[in-house]
Structures are given as C-alpha cells and as structure tokens.
C-alpha cells in the first residue's frame, strides 16, 4: 500500500444543484437549537471578552472598543506586554482610543495626562490576555452574580503555535451574542445559506436537548470549496468553551487539529436601542504538509484574504442573527 502524502489534498466533488440538495430543515430542530445556545450562555466566562486581533493592539497607540457598554482601551509596553483600562481620561473624560503611547504609558491628548499599567485614581487597570492570536480583557462588574473571575481567558482546542498560520475578521451586527452562537449552532444552514463556500455539508451527530457537557458538541462532515468542482473533504466539530465562543475544529481529513474560532464580543446599543454585538472570528490553520510550511513564511500577503473570505460568509451569517433577533425582540 502506498503511505505516501498525497500531491494535493483537493478532491474532484460531487455538487448537487443548490436546489436539488437534501434538505435540511427536518434536522434542524429550532428546540435542538435553542437548547445549545442556552447550554453555552451558561457556561463561566471568567469575566473574559475578545476585544481584538492581537496584531491590532500595538505599542505606538492606543488601541479602542466599547465592551458590553464600556470605554476600555488596550496597548503595548515597550517588552509587547499587552495592558488595558477605561476608554475616558479620569480628567476631564477625554476619549483614549486615539492616545499616543510614550514608554509604557498612554498620554492623553487634551492635557497630556500620563496613564500607565498601573492605572491611578479615578482610572483603575484592567486585566489583559494576549494568547498569541486574540487579545482578552477581563470585566469583573460585568460578572454573573456567583461567577468568579479567572487568571485567563478559557480556551478552546487550538493547533501547536509552531508552524501555524492565523489570521482574524471583524464584524458587526444589530444582534446580541446569543444570535451569533445559535447561527454557529446551527450548521444545518451552510451548504443552503453560503454555497459559494461549502459543496455539501452533513450533520453526523447533534448533541440533545439534555446532552451532558462533555457530549456537548456538533459533528459535520463538510467539502469546502476551492476552485470550480474542486475542495477538500473533513470533518469538524462545534463546541463552546465558554459563553460567546463557538470553536470550529478539524478533527479528520486535511488540516486536522485547525480551528476557526467565533467570538461575540457584546457592545453597546445603537442609537435606535437595539444591541449592537462584535463577530472576532480567528481561522487558526494548521498542516503537516511540508508545503504548509512555505505557507506561513508568506502570511502577511495570506491574512487579507483569508480574512476577505470570512467577511463574506459574515455577511450572510450576520444576516441570520439579526433576523433571529429581530423575531425576538420584536424590533
């Protein structure tokens, strides 16, 4: 038998008509569905949310978002250690998202108030986690009542660091979190909603309504497309480490241990009072190919359009969830 890797993990797919496709609705249980997304809302966060890419938070200025409604502000010291505080000088409330960095410290630009890791009165440090592809900070008052805070983020399963490529997209719906998890939940839609992205897609096993935890997670087996009837065939799982995370990893075909990791960070509401939600999505990759490698030594020129192609299924997706909402909110 020859054990040889194959020249090219792409394989010629059988792609039905979009409309000739098996339908999906049956399985599709809103029951099962709901029930996960409810599952994962209850899961401990640690008081962890997404705020950005880790490329994004530099040392030369601040970097700004509004986090389940508050100012928070991140950068980078001289050593790349990332730090965070609230977004408004304890001065006289001067916005920080555009403060310049000198040393370890934000100066603010109205009065040239110097804020460091340390914080000050009237302006307290928040805790910060960079894990190398995302950056976290921790809200402890925005807690549960009985949640702890935790030292870091919980994260899901990723690939080894060495060799791996990453790249991440931002973007934004008129949803809550919960939207965007029932829409990652649900993945009964991929094949029907983005058939510019998935040739055929298949639910193996879904977790039922009253799955234990360590059941708790979605099978699929699905081809991605690449070029004309040409993808690759894989399976994946779906599960949520934490309450506004659903990890998507490659358990079997090429790739195996790559993840793509869906992030809903909860921001403020918009002027019309609806919720305005975050989608941090990170595509962490990973192959024992030896051409992957050659991969990674061109990352800069990769990230752009790794991140073009999850914008574009996040326009659908997005979509999806503010649909969701507006059923459920009545807006």
Same mark, same amino acid.
């Given at each position: 038998m020859?054990?040889r890797?194959?020249?090219t993990?792409?394989?010629r797919l059988r792609i ?6 098996e339908?999906s609705?049956?399985d ?9 997304a409810?599952r ?8 962890w949310?997404?705020?950005a890419?880790?490329?994004?938070v530099?040392?030369d200025?601040?970097?700004g978002?509004?986090?389940?409604g ?5 950068w ?11 977004g408004?000088?304890p001065?006289?409330?001067a ?18 108030m110097?804020l460091?890791p ?8 928040l ?5 190398g592809v995302?950056?976290?900070v ?15 983020p919980l ?6 660091r060495?060799?791996s490529?990453? *790249?991440? @997209? /931002?973007a934004?719906? #008129?949803?809550?979190p919960?939207d =965007?998890?029932?829409n990652r939940?649900?993945? +009964?839609?991929?094949?029907?909603l983005?058939p ?16 234990p935890s ?5 099978l ?6 690449v ?10 799982e ?12 490659i358990v079997d075909?090429?790739?195996t241990?790559s ?12 002027p ?14 990973y192959?024992g190919?030896?051409?992957? *490698?050659r @991969? /990674?030594?061109v990352a #800069?020129?990769l990230r752009?359009? =790794? ?6 299924? +996040?326009r659908?997706d997005?979509a999806?969830a503010e649909?969701?909402?507006a ?5």
């Amino acid at each position: 038998m020859d054990e040889r890797e194959p020249r090219t993990p792409l394989r010629r797919l059988r792609i039905p008509r979009w409309a000739e496709q098996e339908p999906s609705w049956r399985d599709a249980s809103p029951t099962l569905i709901r029930a996960a997304a409810d599952r994962a809302a209850a899961r401990p966060s640690g008081g962890w949310f997404v705020l950005a890419g880790s490329r994004e938070v530099r040392a030369d200025r601040a970097y700004g978002r509004i986090v389940a409604g508050r100012e928070v502000v991140a950068w980078r010291d001289t050593a790349g250690g990332v730090h965070a505080g609230p977004g408004a000088c304890p001065h006289l409330g001067a916005a920080l998202c555009d403060a310049p960095v000198h040393g370890d410290a934000l100066v603010c630009r109205w009065h040239g108030m110097s804020l460091g890791p340390g914080g000050r009165p009237g302006w307290p440090s928040l805790p910060a986690f960079d894990d190398g592809v995302l950056t976290w900070v921790r809200l402890d008052d925005a807690l549960p009542d009985g949640e702890a805070p935790t030292e870091r983020p919980l994260l899901g399963p990723r690939p080894p660091r060495a060799g791996s490529f990453d *790249a991440v @997209a /931002t973007a934004f719906g #008129r949803c809550e979190p919960t939207d =965007v998890i029932a829409n990652r939940l649900d993945p +009964w839609h991929g094949s029907w909603l983005h058939p510019y992205s998935f040739a055929t897609l298949r639910v193996l096993s879904a977790p039922p309504v009253d799955c234990p935890s360590a059941e708790d997670r979605f099978l699929v087996e699905v081809s991605f497309k690449v070029a004309g009837p040409f993808g690759v065939p894989v399976r994946a799982e779906f599960s949520c480490p934490d309450p506004r995370t659903v990890t998507m990893e490659i358990v079997d075909g090429e790739g195996t241990g790559s993840v793509v990791e869906t992030h809903a960070t909860p921001l403020r509401p918009g002027p019309d009072g609806a919720a305005r939600t975050a989608v941090i999505e990170a595509v962490v990759a990973y192959s024992g190919r030896r051409g992957f *490698a050659r @991969a /990674t030594t061109v990352a #800069r020129a990769l990230r752009p359009l =790794v991140a073009s192609t999850a914008s574009r299924l +996040w326009r659908d997706d997005i979509a999806y969830a503010e649909r969701r909402y507006a059923l459920r909110s009545g807006r």
